[in-house]
């Protein structure tokens, strides 16, 4: 655990993070509930900590993303939300297109009920919440427990004990789509903190017929490493389904093609996948 030396000077060394702690607390001073706006008009809150103000504030897009939203979704669009958390894109999606149907799984139980909660602040009617981890198979499985709720994950170990983790449902892609009867999807967004090749092997028939017009996808090496997989091994699935990575340019479309080497180089950023 951090000591108090070392959050205060995490806050000070950024800006971005200085402006975050002055809002959350004059807002508890003036004893009101935290708030972030989104784009599109939404708001985020029911926070429980700082940290979930924090990890909140830093999911809201940039204007590359929020192009490539206004883009993708308009009336009558399906889109799922995978890895959800607290709702950031979900409100977002939800209040840009109000006829679009959107599908937002959450696994925790707590984080859970805070998206709901957020959903239902927004009077969000086109919202389904799915209190499921979304992988490679349906049933129960492992989930890691941190002190950061952002960095919760999958746990690959079936054997893996102890009371930093828990069970919870899980389903994939492809048997959710035929259990609700959907043939295609015009969105999706993924965020699983490196279980991103799970959920792709969940989804092998709808891309595999490229069913998925669009995937936002997070792309983080050391948070694929720490479940046993990689850059090339992700660039592998979605490729084996005729699928490729590209940068988002500022506009909301393609930029450059990526190769697994490219994907090796990135920190940690959202991409795109389009089925050629």
């Known amino acids: 655990m951090a000591t108090l030396a070392e959050k205060i000077r995490w806050v000070l060394t950024d800006r971005e993070r200085r402006r975050s702690t002055l ?32 990890g909140c504030r830093s999911q809201i897009p940039d204007r590359g993303c929020c192009a490539l939203l206004e883009r993708r979704i308009g009336i009558g669009s399906t889109v799922i939300d995978v890895g959800a958390y607290m709702g950031v894109f979900t409100v977002m999606i939800g209040k840009l297109a109000g006829k679009a149907v959107v599908y ?15 959903i239902r602040e927004n009077h969000l009617k086109n919202v389904k919440t799915i209190n499921a981890a979304v992988c490679c198979r349906q049933g129960r499985m492992r989930f890691s427990i941190n002190d950061s709720p952002m960095e919760n994950k999958l746990e690959m170990n079936d054997f893996a004990e102890g009371p930093n983790f828990i069970e919870v449902d899980t389903t994939t892609i492809d048997s959710f789509c035929k259990s609700q009867r959907i043939e295609r999807l015009d969105f999706a967004k993924i965020d ?39 850059p090339e091994e992700l660039f592998s699935i979605a490729d084996s389904y005729g699928y490729d990575f590209f940068a988002l340019t500022n506009d909301g479309t393609p930029g450059q093609r990526l190769t697994a080497r490219d994907l090796r180089q990135i920190t940690i950023d959202n991409v795109l996948l389009m089925p050629r």
């Open 23 to 54: 809002e959350w607390y004059g807002a508890k001073a003036l004893f009101r509930r935290p708030r972030l706006k989104l784009p599109f008009g939404g708001t985020i809150s029911y926070f429980k900590t700082y940290g979930q103000y924090w």
């Open 104 to 118: 937002s799984f959450e696994p925790t139980s707590i984080t859970y009920e805070q998206l709901v909660l957020n």
């Open 192 to 230: 699983v903190e490196g279980a991103e090749p799970q959920v792709l092997l969940g989804a092998r028939q709808m891309m595999g017929e490229r069913c998925i017009e669009c995937i936002l996808i997070e792309v983080c090496p050391d948070n694929l490493a720490s479940l046993k997989s990689s």
